[in-house]
């Protein structure tokens, strides 16, 4: 049972123009959502995150909206750049009686930015 | 160090033989998650410790599998009996409990041969 899907395997953007990363999710008990990247042979690293009291945030180049009616969120990268070339996961958690539940992970997409 | 720490980097291992991974978290981080990528895939998660609750180890995939973390910080995945499907990148993650995003160590790569 798949809580977290990212249906689009891959994506390949043009520099300077904007990626879009999606993401949906059918636990309706998700409360707080996060974006990471991961470069081969290294560990994810945290990108941007997202509670559901709210339906925007920006960071940066990195904005991440979430629509709960629709469950589903999206990262958005502009301008897109080399260096963001990695695979992005989406992730979810709930917020249990001892904080933060375990984060359930997407499949990742692997995003390349062409030159 | 700051970060999460995971040894060893990289293991290879004869088939039926038992491994232990390690993981020291972030000092003062509550949670503590292992995952694993296996080649082309997404990220397994595997088992879950939170403070003093009992861990959620829904993730784990056979009994050959088990984690413990003492004393609230360092926690070892063992894995007995170990199979070539057991070849991964096993990720080990913490977080505190007020903030929700995990910091992730750089994994270990595990062969199993």
């Known amino acids: 049972d798949q809580q977290v899907k990212q249906n689009s395997p891959s994506l390949s953007v043009q520099e300077g123009r904007i990626s879009i990363l999606n993401c949906d999710y059918t636990?309706?008990?998700?409360?707080?959502f996060l974006w990471y990247k991961k470069y081969p042979a290294e560990g994810p690293t945290f990108l941007i995150s997202?509670?559901?009291?709210?339906d925007k945030n920006e960071d940066g180049r990195f904005t991440v909206f979430l629509n709960k009616s629709a469950k589903h969120l999206s990262l958005h990268i502009v301008p897109s750049q080399p260096g963001d070339s990695a695979v992005y996961f989406c992730?979810?958690?709930?917020?249990?009686?001892?904080?933060?539940?375990?984060?359930?992970f997407g499949t990742g997409t692997r995003l390349t930015i062409i030159p | 160090g700051a970060g999460v720490s995971q040894s060893p980097s990289n293991k290879v291992t004869e088939k039926g033989k038992d491994v232990e991974l390690r993981c020291d978290p972030i000092?003062?981080?509550?949670?503590l998650y292992w995952y694993r990528q296996s080649l082309g895939q997404g990220l397994e998660f595997l088992i879950y410790?939170?403070?003093?609750?009992?861990?959620?180890k829904s993730g784990l995939p056979s009994d050959r599998f088990s984690a413990e973390r003492t004393g609230g910080s360092v926690s070892t995945l063992t894995i007995q009996r170990t199979q070539q499907e057991d070849s991964a990148v096993y990720l080990c993650a913490s977080s505190s409990r007020s903030r929700g995003e995990a910091f992730f160590g750089q994994g270990t790569r595990l062969t199993v041969v």
């Open positions: 000092s003062g981080h509550t949670a």
């Open positions: 410790f939170q403070g003093n609750s009992a861990p959620d």
């Open positions: 636990n309706s008990m998700f409360d707080y």
């Open positions: 997202i509670s559901s009291i709210k």
């Open positions: 992730a979810a958690s709930a917020r249990g009686d001892f904080g933060n539940e375990k984060l359930t």
